[in-house]
């Protein structure tokens, strides 16, 4: 288990590594229901924002292929990149 607090105080993802994958539940989204955009962003209605950002740099070193978050569809690009995504969204909203 990985802590990602910042969502809520108890988020987790989860690194399995058999399956190429890294659960991530509110760590992160592949659909902001807030913009209906489609890839990695920062999750909405986040007790602490910053926190959970910072959060996600404790993913950045698993190259892990698939992060499979609470909400969204799968992302197969990998975990570095959907953190490198999640960053930008963030800068740019």
């Known amino acids: 288990m990985i802590g990602l607090p910042g969502h809520s105080a108890g988020s ?36 602490d924002p910053g926190q959970a950002l910072a959060s996600l740099e404790r993913l950045s070193g698993i190259e892990a292929r698939w992060v499979l978050p609470g909400h969204g569809t799968p992302w197969s690009v990998g975990v570095p990149e959907a953190v490198r995504r999640v960053r930008v969204s963030a800068e740019a909203g």
């Open 12 to 47: 987790i993802a989860v690194h399995v590594p058999v399956a190429d994958a890294v659960f991530v539940g509110d760590g992160l989204t592949t659909r902001p229901v807030l913009t209906g955009e489609h890839g990695p962003a920062p999750a909405p209605f986040t007790d």
